[in-house]
């Protein structure tokens, strides 16, 4: 079974989208896995997909691409991963791998660039099927639902902190709260610098009725979240991730 998208329009005019449809099982090509899939991540992608900002080369198709699932099968030419394997699935399904841009590793500017759940189904899924190239070994310390999140919007948030050259005692500005910045506020927090040297300062907090009626809007799945104060603010503690929502109080300090 997988959730299909067979038309573009708007959600408000027609929330339901999504159609729930009985599909062949896919069969791998020479390079590719065949995963069967065990969570997969909301992103706002594909909303734009959906109402057509980034339109999918094809229809019908089925989105996602924060998967993770396990190996199902292989096809002949595929020899990364074993059956039973745990993989991950983002954005990037695949890319020339000759370019400039593919050399230098930027694969998401190559002209031949296609992406998961867009260009090819995705994983609103019970199976499909991608490249091993483009599959990733999700390690134990994470469960399903808290690895999915981290093939799109931590990775995203975590390249773009890595960019920012952020040193202790410097500050970070945060525009807006979504899970790209959660990705890079909890990695701050919890791996690299130690309270109180930096500061993080993040724009739009919400109260966490608004939180969880955003959350709701866009059918996240909710998960327990603990925290300890420092200094009358919040800090996410025990976890260096965690999936959605985190519900913003205060601004946070590290």
Aim: with cysteine; net charge negative; aromatic share 10%.
């Amino acid at each position: 079974q997988a959730m299909v998208l067979k038309k573009i329009g708007l959600l408000r005019e027609n929330e339901e989208r999504l159609a729930l449809e009985n599909l062949a099982v896919p069969q791998p090509a020479a390079n590719e896995l065949l995963i069967r899939v065990s969570a997969c991540g909301v992103c706002h992608t594909e909303l734009d997909e959906i109402e057509g900002r980034t339109p999918p080369s094809r229809l019908p198709v089925v989105l996602g691409h924060q998967v993770i699932g396990r190996v199902h099968a292989a096809g002949g030419k595929a020899t990364l991963f074993q059956a039973g394997d745990r993989v991950g699935v983002g954005w990037i399904f695949s890319a020339c791998g000759s370019c400039g841009f593919c050399l230098a590793g930027n694969e998401n500017l190559c002209p031949d660039f296609k992406a998961t759940g867009r260009d090819f189904h995705g994983g609103y899924a019970e199976y499909m099927t991608a490249p091993e190239s483009s599959c990733f070994a999700i390690p134990d310390i994470f469960s399903d639902i808290e690895a999915a999140p981290l093939l799109c919007a931590g990775a995203i948030g975590f390249r773009s902190l890595r960019l920012t050259g952020l040193t202790n005692g410097m500050t970070l500005g945060l525009c807006g709260f979504g899970a790209s910045a959660i990705s890079s506020f909890i990695w701050h927090a919890t791996q690299i610098y130690k309270p109180p040297e930096s500061n993080i300062i993040q724009q739009n907090v919400w109260s966490n009725e608004d939180c969880i009626k955003e959350i709701q809007y866009q059918d996240m799945v909710k998960h327990e979240v603990n925290y300890e104060k420092y200094e009358n603010r919040y800090v996410k503690a025990h976890q260096p991730f965690v999936s959605f929502p985190l519900f913003v109080e205060e601004s946070y300090v590290t």
